[in-house]
């Protein structure tokens, strides 16, 4: 069963990363139909499921991100996007 999102959910089965708002997924039916009674997500046909999947975005490189020191100065990491 293929589902759109309607809510930020989070779905271990389907993935360790939560499913956005709009995002489209494939569970399976018991669990989908729990889904749509509980108002978070919509079912979809597998053809209109392929144009509206959002494009993933490219994670930023560690190179190009900035360093930032910690509030006691020590450690060093990198600010987050």
């Known amino acids: 069963m293929i589902l759109q999102a309607l809510d930020t959910i989070h779905v271990s089965s389907v993935s360790s990363e939560n499913i956005t708002t709009g995002q489209t997924f494939e569970v399976d039916d ?3 139909r729990s889904l749509i009674e509980r108002g978070l ?3 979809v046909d597998a053809a209109a499921a ?3 999947e959002p494009a993933v ?3 930023p ?3 190009e991100q900035t360093p930032i020191a910690n509030k006691a100065g020590a450690s060093v990491r990198t600010k987050a996007a």
């Open 57 to 59: 975005k490219a994670e």
């Open 61 to 63: 490189e560690a190179a």
């Open 30 to 32: 018991q669990a989908g």
């Open 50 to 52: 392929a144009k509206t």
């Open 41 to 43: 997500a919509i079912e």
